[in-house]
T-cell receptor, first 111, second 116 residues
Framework: QQQVKQSPQSLIVQKGGIPIINCAYENTAFDYFPWYQQFPGKGPALLIAIRPDVSEKKEGRFTISFNKSAKQFSLHIMDSQPGDSATYFCAASRGDYKLSFGAGTTVTVRA | GAGVSQSPSNKVTEKGKDVELRCDPISGHTALYWYRQSLGQGLEFLIYFQGNSAPDKSGLPSDRFSAERTGGSVSTLTIQRTQQEDSAVYLC??????????????FGDGTRLSIL
């Protein structure tokens, strides 16, 4: 039973484009929603996180949008660069507890 | 180093053998997690340690899997009588834990386990 559904599985954009990754969850007890970036052969690295009392959060070129009523959240990568090419995972948890991960999105940014 | 350290980075073993995977969390982190990442898949929770509390073993896929954490620091994940479906990357993460709120989990680079 996958508690966090992520789409698309992969996407390709040109440099400067805005990849958008979407996630949906079922468990209304979730109150912490991080995004992780993973490069081949490396562990996931925390990119940005949001709590449900905030509708949007920006850190550099990365923005999370959160829709509590729809139980959906998304990641936007502004002015994407080839170095942003990686796999991105959304996740959710209840407080400081085990994370439920989406299946991941492989983003390719072409120069 | 300041990050989560896992060893070995790669492990190849024959079906039926036992394996031990090690995780050194970030110093001072009381919470420790093990996850499994199969090829092209998301991360699957295995087990969670928080301080001296009983571990949450709800994600362990079978009784062939076990884990311990000694002295509230280093953790070892043991897989007995390995099967080919155990082939995956095993990731360890740690966090400050114990306080409700944003306590980001920091991941190691994992152990890539291959069962022949």
């Amino acid at each position: 039973q996958q508690q966090v559904k992520q789409s698309p599985q992969s996407l390709i954009v040109q440099k400067g484009g805005i990849p958008i990754i979407n996630c949906a969850y079922e468990n209304t007890a979730f109150d912490y929603f991080p995004w992780y970036q993973q490069f081949p052969g490396k562990g996931p690295a925390l990119l940005i996180a949001i709590r449900p009392d905030v509708s949007e959060k920006k850190e550099g070129r990365f923005t999370i949008s959160f829709n509590k009523s729809a139980k959906q959240f998304s990641l936007h990568i502004m002015d994407s660069q080839p170095g942003d090419s990686a796999t991105y995972f959304c996740a959710a948890s209840r407080g400081d507890y085990k994370l439920s991960f989406g299946a991941g999105t492989t983003v390719t940014v072409r120069a | 180093g300041a990050g989560v350290s896992q060893s070995p980075s790669n492990k190849v073993t024959e079906k039926g053998k036992d394996v031990e995977l090690r995780c050194d969390p970030i110093s001072g982190h009381t919470a420790l997690y093990w996850y499994r990442q199969s090829l092209g898949q998301g991360l699957e929770f295995l087990i969670y340690f928080q301080g001296n509390s009983a571990p949450d073993k709800s994600g362990l896929p079978s009784d062939r899997f076990s884990a311990e954490r000694t002295g509230g620091s280093v953790s070892t994940l043991t897989i007995q009588r390995t099967q080919q479906e155990d082939s995956a990357v095993y990731l360890c993460a740690s966090s400050l834990g114990g306080v409700r709120g944003e306590q980001p989990q920091h991941f190691g680079d994992g152990t890539r386990l291959s069962i022949l």
